[in-house]
């Protein structure tokens, strides 16, 4: 049986610009991967509805997409659909997939909880961050910023298909698995550097102009801060927290080794 290739019409060309919104996202359950690397690199990951591509790509990427339907697509088209200052020549269309929280991860692994971080280039090192250092689960408030917002997706470089990403209420997760290890970074809290620190438990990272909220500190009975060096010499007033995240894992890590 021969399918018919689908062709890409003027309804379809909108439907993939839409998603650049958060409420079109959740409405279609739809969300985009663009660019040769982070397309191939979540391709067999996730359930891909379209996939558009120039012929030109086509031809250089066959044995990578081989299996896969491809809707043919010219340069202007990819212009009118991407969410990027430059169009690619590929870009994918996924599924939103639904993923349920593992207890294990808690049990046996670091967690990362994100409170209130906003931007997306922000969430997207700290996708890659939890990636490098075998962090599988990543729990976000709801009010943290959408994971396939087309940024964060495109800043993951395919972490964003090795990593789960759940968005719950911290404050409601924190009191139900209290016997948990909970880490929060502070500016005022011990030096990370001479604390003892588990191989597992949740790390709380907080919004980036505010820190970690009263309502989520609250939890955290193991207060952390990464020293600046020279002890004493005026610094930046803080660190980036996509730079903190990837510093504060590193450690806990480091010791994983010893």
């Known amino acids: 049986m021969i399918m018919e290739k689908i062709e890409l019409t003027n309804r379809l060309r909108k439907l993939v610009a839409s998603?650049?919104?958060?409420?079109e996202r959740r409405e279609e359950g739809l969300f985009v991967a663009?660019?040769?690397?982070?397309?191939?690199?979540?391709?067999?990951?996730?359930?891909?509805?379209?996939?558009?591509?120039?012929?030109?790509w086509q031809l250089r990427n066959a044995s990578e997409i081989k299996g896969f339907d491809v809707i043919d697509a010219t340069r202007a088209d990819m212009e009118r659909m991407s969410?990027?200052?430059t169009a690619p020549?590929?870009?994918?269309?996924?599924?939103?997939p639904q993923y349920e929280m593992s207890k294990r991860e808690f049990e046996e692994n670091l967690t990362l909880l994100l409170d209130k971080i906003q931007d997306p280039g922000n969430l997207g090192t700290i996708i890659r961050v939890a990636d490098w250092f075998g962090i599988r689960q990543?729990?976000?408030?709801?009010?943290?910023?959408?994971?396939?917002?087309?940024?964060?997706?495109?800043?993951?470089?395919?972490?964003?298909?090795r990593v789960k990403v759940i968005y719950?209420?911290?404050?409601?997760?924190?009191?139900?698995?209290?016997?948990?290890?909970?880490?929060?970074?502070?500016?005022?809290?011990?030096?990370?550097?001479?604390s003892e620190l588990d191989g597992f438990g949740f790390i709380v990272m907080g919004n980036e102009g505010q820190g970690i909220s009263p309502h989520v500190g609250k939890y955290v009975d193991r207060r952390i801060r990464i020293p600046s060096y020279p002890a004493g010499v005026p610094t930046s007033e803080s660190l980036n927290v996509g730079m903190a995240t990837a510093i504060t894992v590193?450690?806990?890590?480091?010791?994983?080794y010893k």
């Open 34 to 56: 663009e660019g040769t690397k982070c397309v191939l690199d979540t391709l067999r990951h996730f359930k891909c509805r379209y996939l558009f591509a120039t012929k030109d």
């Open 138 to 161: 990543i729990v976000c408030s709801p009010d943290t910023v959408d994971v396939f917002n087309p940024k964060v997706v495109q800043s993951t470089m395919g972490a964003i298909s």
């Open 168 to 194: 719950a209420d911290l404050v409601e997760l924190l009191d139900a698995e209290r016997g948990v290890p909970c880490y929060g970074t502070f500016l005022d809290g011990d030096n990370m550097y001479d």
């Open 89 to 96: 020549q590929v870009l994918a269309v996924y599924e939103i």
């Open 250 to 256: 590193g450690e806990f890590r480091r010791r994983a």
């Open 19 to 23: 998603l650049d919104g958060a409420k």
């Open 83 to 85: 969410h990027l200052s």
